[in-house]
């Protein structure tokens, strides 16, 4: 039996898919379209444990769960809930045990995995460091496989992008999982070789590490392009990404405010589509007060995916300046959709697009302008490097990643 993490799907407070809910969505709808012996688990934050969730509630078309995500119990059955967490905390600790990884209903709790199964979990619980701890209990009591994805490294090995206290626990929980796993998927060969050598450093067995690359397809396609309730007034460049220091969107800022002063109205609308994350407040300040840019550069967010896809057909080109990725799926979608892609040469990226990006140091802002701006000046240019992607780029689909995973997984339970 393959038991697939849900947590993220079943947690998810946005209808804008992020990158590792999207992920978990489409490996499932694989799954579950070609096995029959798929099951759900999900952990809960608040109670440190695992709960079956009934397959039937997954609809592959409209990925959520039903009943609805989200509840809102009433007060008082809130504040009973904490009282009763509370209480069992206590009991807990007074009798020198620790909770159940299982909600108990006063009977034997049963484990949820069987031996011989295999759990799937795709990092649906990063950093928590209870589902380690959830994980490990029911494992203990049969022979049961453990596959992760680790999408990246990033907390761990850069703790000024995270928030503070993020890092430890980041890497408190990713060495369990290593320990814990007996099978390692990542998202790139640059992450194989990052996550190799962090298990060296920290002394893990070695155990095989398996690369998945990420589907460049939208969700269900995205076939149809809703064109935006107020397109943009300018021809514009495109950048999809979250808002967040690492990404790297102040040398985008700093680029712009040059062509803004060198090009005028022929300045092309820089467009920023990304949730913000934290360190982004005082850049969005800067960017709303500039003069130069502050009606060039416009910032969007939760932008739905049918929307997306109409930006994507209608930039002149697209721009991502990242200092670190596991992967950097924008550069690959840009290619799927026959757009030139102006990219940092940083970690991963280089993986995805190989001589059909134009590469700039993530620091090097002169660099980056100069390939911005001909790409904005040079339409032959932009033409040229669009018909080579046209006749080169070879798009990678979801379909592809769930197979890979899929035959190790039949690979593992053969072994068992």
Same mark, same amino acid.
């Given at each position: 039996m393959l038991w697939f993490d849900v947590t993220n799907i079943?947690? !998810?407070k946005s209808p804008v898919l992020t990158g590792t809910q999207r992920t978990s969505i489409e490996i499932l709808r694989h799954l579950v379209a070609t096995r029959d012996d798929v099951k759900l688990f999900r952990f809960d934050r608040r109670?440190?444990?695992?709960?079956?969730?009934?397959? +039937?509630?997954?609809?592959?078309?409209?990925?959520?769960?039903?009943?609805?995500?989200?509840t809102s119990p009433s007060w008082a059955l809130r504040i009973a809930r904490r009282l009763q967490r509370a209480v069992e905390g206590y009991v807990a600790a007074a009798?020198?045990?620790?909770?159940?990884?299982?909600?108990?209903?006063?009977?034997?709790?049963?484990p949820l995995f069987q031996e011989g199964d295999v759990i799937l979990s795709m990092s649906t619980a990063r950093g928590h460091e209870a589902y380690a701890h959830a994980i490990a209990d029911n494992r203990a009591r049969e022979k049961v496989g453990y596959i992760c994805l680790i999408y990246d490294l990033i907390p761990a090995?850069?703790?000024?992008?995270?928030? #503070?206290?993020?890092?430890? !626990?980041?890497? /408190?929980?990713?060495t369990r999982e290593l320990e814990a796993a007996d099978l390692v998927f990542t998202i790139s060969a640059y992450?194989?070789?990052?996550?190799?050598?962090?298990?060296?450093?920290?002394?893990?067995? #070695?155990?095989? @590490?398996? @690369? @998945?690359?990420?589907?460049? #397809?939208h969700l269900s396609g995205a076939t149809n392009a809703v064109s935006p309730k107020t397109p943009p007034r300018f021809p514009f460049v495109l950048c999809v990404a979250a808002l967040d220091a690492r990404k790297n969107h102040a040398a985008l800022y700093q680029v712009w405010r040059r062509l803004a002063a060198e090009l005028g109205e022929q300045c092309p609308a820089l467009l920023l589509i990304g949730r913000r994350f934290m360190l982004s407040d005082d850049l969005l300040y800067q960017i709303a007060r500039d003069p130069l840019v502050k009606d060039r550069i416009i910032h969007l967010q939760d932008v739905p995916d049918e929307e997306l896809e109409w930006y994507y057909r209608n930039c002149l080109f697209t721009t991502f300046p990242s200092h670190y990725e596991g992967w950097g799926l924008p550069v690959a979608e840009s290619l799927r959709h026959g757009k030139l892609c102006i990219a940092s040469n940083a970690a991963s990226i280089p993986e995805i697009g190989g001589n059909l990006v134009?590469?700039?140091?993530?620091?090097?802002?002169?660099?980056?302008?100069?390939? @911005?701006?001909?790409?904005?000046?040079?339409?032959?240019?932009?033409?040229?490097? +669009? +018909?080579?992607?046209?006749?080169?780029?070879?798009?990678?689909?979801?379909? #592809?990643?769930?197979?890979?995973?899929? /035959? /190790?997984?039949?690979?593992?339970?053969?072994?068992?």
């Open positions: 079943w947690d !998810r109670r440190g444990t695992l709960i079956k969730v009934a397959c +039937e509630t997954f609809d592959p078309d409209r990925p959520r769960f039903e009943p609805p995500i989200h009798s020198g045990k620790r909770r159940s990884a299982y909600p108990s209903d006063g009977a034997p709790t049963q090995l850069f703790p000024q992008w995270v928030k #503070e206290g993020a890092a430890e !626990r980041f890497e /408190r929980w990713v992450q194989k070789s990052e996550v190799i050598r962090f298990m060296s450093g920290k002394g893990i067995a #070695e155990k095989p @590490v398996d @690369v @998945v690359y990420l589907g460049d #397809e134009d590469y700039f140091d993530p620091v090097d802002i002169l660099s980056c302008h100069t390939l @911005v701006r001909r790409a904005i000046i040079e339409g032959g240019y932009r033409k040229t490097r +669009e +018909e080579q992607i046209a006749s080169c780029y070879r798009p990678r689909s979801w379909t #592809e990643a769930g197979e890979r995973i899929s /035959r /190790r997984i039949d690979q593992m339970i053969a072994e068992s």
